[in-house]
């Protein structure tokens, strides 16, 4: 497998939520859609658009949550292949709704959901892999992984938005590049602002830092210096999902041999494509739309 992903398993309701919604009562929206959600879900899936071969571990079975998750991650072309089957398991669940000014109010359940156990990986899937991309929320198996991918000298994506401070601190060490939201980035150093950061996070690993702060772009050192990449301005209709598509695509410039400064500005136009749609799977760009549009050169 080219790309392995891994990480929570959601099934997500997008619901348009009208202003002043009275409690307690009836009221039509716009509209409510059913989609795969969750970081490494979502990121599986713009990955796979990109023309990547793409497997997303994890559990299921034969229960209606299940067969959602399959068929939205099948519906962008992630293989099937890493899917295990196991008793009574199902994805969690979760209401998200996105009111007029584009804020999101989540509601979930976890209820049946049983985060992959190491047991169950067979290490040769790191053979022929060229990418692991892990969430810092299923963190027994993640971190697992990130050892396994370590072994196999696998490079590797972390998407860490919230854990233990303990967990997030192996976590960040064990990856070769941490991408981590600024609240995320915050809640581990204990820093204010991004600038310092990245450069608290920065020394204690050898990873690649960056963190992102949604339309204020992302930050790196590269080269000993800082480095911000901005977000691309676009009609944003709902940022659902950016965080995942930023990760999905620098993944991709990373596999595809670009540079840092590149994979990350690879990452936010991909991510401003998906700003324009109403959920956070519902399109991406593919490969000769990204050649097209995005005119970053690669490394010799
Ligand atoms: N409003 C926006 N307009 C354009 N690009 C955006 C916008 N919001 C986010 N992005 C792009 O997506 C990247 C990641 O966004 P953000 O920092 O919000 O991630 P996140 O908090 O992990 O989001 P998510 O909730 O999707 O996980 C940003 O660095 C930027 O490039
Ligand atoms: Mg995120």
Redesign the pocket.
Same mark, same amino acid.
């Given at each position: 497998m080219e790309v392995i992903c891994s990480g929570l398993n959601v099934v997500d309701l997008l619901i348009s939520t009208p202003d002043n919604v009275p409690y307690g009562q009836k009221t039509e929206c716009e509209k409510i859609i059913v989609q795969g959600g969750a @970081?490494a879900g979502n990121a599986a899936s713009g990955l796979a658009a990109l023309g990547h071969e793409v497997g997303f571990l994890g559990y299921i079975d034969n229960n209606t949550l299940s067969s959602i998750a399959v068929a939205e991650l099948e519906r962008h072309g992630v293989k099937p292949d890493l899917l295990i089957k196991k008793e009574g398991a199902s994805p969690a669940i979760a209401t998200v709704q996105i009111d007029k000014k584009g804020e999101r109010t989540v509601l979930y359940s976890m209820n049946n959901y049983i985060p992959v156990n190491p047991d169950d990986v067979d290490e040769t899937i790191f053979k022929n892999c060229k990418m692991l991309l892990v969430d810092g929320y299923d963190t027994v198996i993640n971190t697992h992984l990130l050892k396994l991918a370590k072994k196999y000298n696998v490079p590797s994506v972390l +998407?860490m938005?919230v854990a233990d401070i303990d967990v997030m601190k192996e976590m960040v060490s064990l990856t070769t590049n941490a991408i981590l @939201?600024?609240?995320g980035a915050k809640k581990l150093c204990g820093k204010e602002t991004i600038e310092e950061c990245v450069q608290a996070i920065d020394s204690i690993t050898d990873a690649q830092v960056v963190i992102? +702060?949604? &339309?204020n *772009? %992302?930050y790196t050192i590269y080269n000993g210096e800082l480095v911000h !990449?901005p =977000?691309?301005? !676009?009609k944003?209709v709902d940022?659902?999902?950016?965080? +995942? $598509?930023?990760h999905a695509a620098y993944a991709s410039a990373y596999v595809q041999g670009y540079d840092i400064p590149a994979c990350m500005n690879y *990452? %936010?136009f991909f =991510? $401003?494509q998906v &700003?324009k749609e109403f959920g956070?799977r519902t399109k991406f760009p593919n490969r000769e739309f990204m050649n097209k549009h995005f005119g970053v050169k690669k490394v010799a």
């Open positions: @970081p +998407d938005e @939201p600024l609240e992102t +702060d949604g &339309a *772009g %992302s !990449v =977000a691309y301005m !676009v944003v940022t659902t999902g950016c965080g +995942d $598509a930023f *990452g %936010s =991510a $401003a &700003a956070g």
